[in-house]
């Protein structure tokens, strides 16, 4: 995978206007967080904070796979760094994360009990103080329902996320001239800095992995079954590299990625099986999987049509965004 921090449940703050302040020239908009809710993310950092007092607080960075955008939908996300001084530009402070699921829900219900009672401790007391209490407690119900919901679609939508996943190595092998060498950058880094380059990258499992180092220490060739599962495919000047599903009969449609974006193309041709003898281009050995591949660009897919009628698509979609439905908060 493109991103291999460790995948986390923390606690996301849901923040809304709550009132309004008076602000330098006119009113300002008050906002405050109204309920938590559990949400997959990338742990980033894991630090502690020391007090003036003596007492430590633990502190993570955590980047939450779902972010609203400009248009109030949510959008898949991964960590963003700023070119300049190199910190997380999405990332939010949480001081607990989960392993599991269901103890972030715990938590959650916790922390929004603590929201609920601040909010009646807030509220003015007078004749109608039991009426307020009650709308107090309803619109807070109310509202933690339709966050809760979401909550579900993103739990739905992030299965490719997987707690405490086994690190698969990254580095990949590459062949050029004749010459094998292991390099110590990933099958992504390749992507992006050769991607006008001509090239091959092939599927293989951890075995042949280790049997092509063996190879590369004898100084022996590389033999051609192993280049059998192409798993991408680019041209010289095209800046096009195919994503081929070396497990599909079908020759034609596919993705493919350009400019660091993912697209389909239900009249691509894909790559096929390498029966030819050219040693111009470059090969290369990756232990990264078709479904790998895929998933490392979900925040970076782009439908070329709304009318693509083709399932993975779709599916793709389905895990990028989460469109605002009219009436929701």
């Known amino acids: 995978m493109k991103n291999n921090y460790p995948i986390r449940y923390a606690l996301m703050p849901i923040e809304e206007q709550v009132g309004w302040n008076n602000g330098l020239n006119e009113l300002e908009r008050d906002y405050d967080i109204v309920g938590y809710i559990v949400s997959k993310c990338y742990q980033i950092t894991d630090n502690i904070d020391y007090k003036r007092n003596g007492k430590q607080e633990q502190i993570y960075k955590v980047v939450f796979i779902f972010q609203k955008d400009s248009y109030d939908n949510y959008v898949r996300v991964e960590p963003s760094y700023n070119l300049v001084h190199g910190k997380c530009t999405n990332d939010t402070e949480v001081t607990q994360v989960f392993k599991t699921y269901q103890e972030a829900v715990e938590e959650a219900k916790v922390q929004n009990e603590k929201i609920l009672r601040r909010r009646i401790t807030l509220a003015h007391y007078n004749n109608n103080y039991n009426e307020v209490i009650s709308t107090i407690k309803k619109e807070h119900d109310r509202k933690l329902q339709q966050y809760q919901a979401l909550e579900q679609e993103f739990e739905k939508r992030s299965s490719d996320l997987v707690v405490d996943k086994k690190f698969k ?65 680019s041209t010289k000047n095209s800046r096009i590299i195919k994503i081929n599903d ?15 974006g993912m697209f389909y193309d239900e009249k691509l041709l894909v790559p096929q099986k ?56």
Do not use: W
């Open 169 to 233: 190595e990254q580095r990949v092998i590459i062949v050029t001239e004749g010459k094998i060498k292991e390099k110590d950058f990933s099958l992504y880094d390749l992507i992006r800095v050769f991607s006008t380059e001509e090239f091959k990258a092939f599927h293989v499992n951890l075995d042949e992995y280790k049997q092509i180092k063996e190879l590369m220490n004898k100084k022996e060739e590389i033999p051609k079954g192993l280049n059998n599962r192409i798993l991408l495919e």
């Open 246 to 260: 070396y497990n599909s009969e079908n020759g034609i449609g596919g993705f493919y990625i350009q400019d660091e």
């Open 274 to 329: 390498n029966n030819d003898d050219n040693t111009n281009y470059m090969k290369v050995y990756t232990l990264e999987t078709y479904e790998d591949v895929i998933n490392s660009y979900i925040p970076y897919f782009y439908s070329n049509s709304d009318y693509v009628k083709c399932k993975m698509p779709d599916k793709i979609l389905e895990k990028k965004i989460i469109k605002r439905q009219s009436g929701e908060i």
